[in-house]
């Protein structure tokens, strides 16, 4: 199978590196890292078996390449990622091609993560997708497996990430909320200037505003002050969002864009979060999107 993440660099350390970084150090030193070295290699397993919810270090610090094992690791432990989703490439008879396979990747593997963990507010930060993915060899051989996981770019994860969510209302908000901000980035046009693609800009608004009516209606059912509040709200941010797909022009388009984006600040769903009994720590990278 073949390994690829775009742009992230994995973190780990060999058995023989562990062993030869002890230098001239205690007997004692030198046998606990004997041990430890033992201990990983005892915890090899071939990427082929892997399974939803396997947490793991990988072997190698390259973001992408080839691999035939990873060290398997209790999710008490410190580790660096957890295997999150999978699927299977049924479709195509031949090998598509790795470019193909990672395009399918890269749609997928967001959607199977959102099923193990909804409530990405809940997840370290730092934490990214990666995946595993057939090889033209491994192809030939009947492998047709996608393992979807979440890894930590630097530093380790103790702990499962799956998370989430055990009421019905809680899957509601999750599921619609997700939704909405799935609309928005996956939509994100090319052109930083409205008008080099309003085109591509009113496409986007149009998406959002579907999303967030069916948020709104998902909302519906919920009971709760804030809940209500945030409803109202989001109703609100859709009609400006309406509004933006069916403009004119650049400039119209800008009158309705600013309170459409402003309106889905992740800072004005924390109350209803709250009463929800979901995460009310919003994102660092989300945090910095909406404060610049």
């Not at 909320?177 to 939509?187: E, K, R, S």
């Not at 800009?201 to 709104?216: D, I, P, R, S, T």
Request: with cysteine; hydrophobic share 40%.
């Amino acid at each position: 199978m073949a390994v690829r993440t775009p742009s992230r660099l994995l973190r780990g350390i060999s058995a023989v590196v562990a062993l030869l970084a002890v230098g001239a150090v205690g007997c004692s030193d030198v046998v606990e890292s004997a041990k430890d070295g033992a201990e990983k290699v005892a915890r090899q397993r071939s990427v082929f078996q892997l399974n939803i919810g396997d947490c793991y270090n990988p072997n190698t610090k390259a973001a992408e390449g080839e691999t035939l094992s990873i060290e398997m690791v209790p999710c008490g432990e410190a580790h660096q990622g957890q295997v999150v989703g999978e699927f299977t490439l049924d479709d195509a008879k031949t090998f598509p091609g790795n470019e193909a396979i990672w395009a399918t990747a890269d749609e997928r593997c967001p959607a199977e993560a959102a099923k193990f963990a909804p409530d990405t507010w809940a997840l370290p930060e730092g934490v990214e997708i990666f995946y595993y993915t057939p090889t033209k060899e491994s192809w030939s051989t009947g492998d047709r497996a996608v393992s979807c996981s979440y890894t930590k770019e630097k530093g380790t994860i103790t702990g499962s990430l799956k998370s989430g969510a055990d009421k019905p209302e809680q899957t509601a908000y999750l599921k619609g909320a997700n939704a909405v901000y799935d609309a928005l980035w996956a939509n994100q046009p090319e052109a930083d200037n409205v008008e080099d693609d309003l085109d591509g800009y009113k496409a986007q608004a149009k998406a959002v505003a579907a999303a967030l009516e069916a948020h709104v209606k998902g909302l519906q059912g919920i009971q709760g002050e804030e809940t209500g509040k945030l409803r109202a709200q989001l109703e609100k941010t859709a009609g400006h969002w309406k509004k933006a797909a069916n403009a004119a022009d650049s400039d119209a388009f800008y009158v309705s864009y600013d309170p459409a984006f402003t309106g889905l600040d992740p800072n004005k769903t924390v109350a209803a979060r709250k009463e929800l009994g979901l995460t009310t720590t919003v994102p660092a990278d989300e945090a910095e999107v909406w404060a610049g």
